[in-house]
């Protein structure tokens, strides 16, 4: 099993986070432990680490909005590890910047097994090529992507989803990959979600869903990145 050398615990419960401190550093991994949000945000920044484990009931700030901040600095992975299992409550989280979400309780294997999950990912992504679709480029690695060189300001899951349809341009990507992958929700079915983040997409990329360029939606077969002028 590939080590994790640096893991930050953002937990207000001091049994929660000595329980994860001792079965993760027995793994072998690196692990420091924070109680409220300010410090983490603080920590992330000084040091940063491989992955980042983040409480939502936090008592300074709201998980949520510290997530906003951190991302506004930082694109290292996050877990969010939380008591709430609110479906609406994942979403918003996912959607806010947070690369996986798991609920309360849980033990240290499951969470090592999303660290190693979430990882992977962030690591092919920083392997892969720059993207030209047409007057679109998308380049994984630096998280730009601009339109006739202009860059655009996308928000981390709009970025995700662009970079996602860009790598397959051409192929109908089905809304279940979608979020699967990219919401990293193999067994929801919120279409909504897909739906409203592809206007949001449209939109900063100067198109609708009446006259669509780069984008096609495929009644009940997903969605479509191509280049308008091929």
Same mark, same amino acid.
């Given at each position: 099993?590939?080590?994790?050398? $640096?893991? #930050? ?11 994860? *401190? ?9 692990? @420091? ?7 983490? #945000? *603080? ?10 484990? #983040?409480?939502?009931?936090? !008592?300074?700030?709201?998980?949520? *909005?510290?997530?906003?901040?951190? @991302?506004?600095? =930082? ?31 849980? /033990? ?5 097994? %999303? ?6 990912? /962030?690591?092919?992504? $920083? ?12 380049? !994984? ?15 981390? @899951?709009?970025?995700?989803?662009? =970079? ?9 990507? $089905?809304?279940?990959? #979608? ?6 929700? !193999? ?11 592809? =206007? ?18 495929? %009644? ?11």
């Amino acid at each position: 099993m590939e080590i994790v050398t $640096s893991i #930050l615990i953002v937990e207000d419960d001091a049994r929660i986070r000595d329980a994860l *401190q001792r079965a993760l550093t027995r793994r072998g991994h690196e692990v @420091r432990i924070v109680e409220t949000g300010l410090a983490g #945000l *603080q920590a992330a920044v000084d040091d940063p680490p491989e992955v980042v484990v #983040l409480d939502l009931g936090l !008592p300074d700030v709201g998980g949520r *909005q510290l997530l906003v901040m951190l @991302r506004a600095v =930082s694109q290292v992975p996050v877990i969010v590890a939380t008591a709430r299992d609110d479906e609406l409550e994942m979403v918003q989280t996912l959607d806010a910047g947070a690369d996986d979400y798991i609920v309360k309780p849980y /033990s240290a294997n499951q969470l090592e097994a %999303r660290m190693r999950a979430v990882l992977r990912r /962030s690591r092919v992504e $920083s392997e892969e090529p720059v993207r030209v679709v047409g007057a679109l480029t998308v380049d !994984p690695t630096t998280r730009v992507a601009t339109m006739d060189g202009r860059e655009l300001d996308l928000t981390k @899951r709009e970025f995700d989803l662009l =970079s996602y349809l860009a790598a397959r341009a051409g192929r109908v990507v $089905s809304k279940r990959q #979608l979020m699967a992958d990219v919401w990293n929700q !193999p067994y929801g079915g919120a279409d909504k979600t897909i739906d409203v983040h592809v =206007s949001w997409l449209r939109r900063k990329l100067g198109e609708t869903a009446a006259e669509p360029r780069f984008i096609t939606t495929l %009644r009940g077969a997903g969605v479509k990145l191509a280049d308008p002028d091929a």
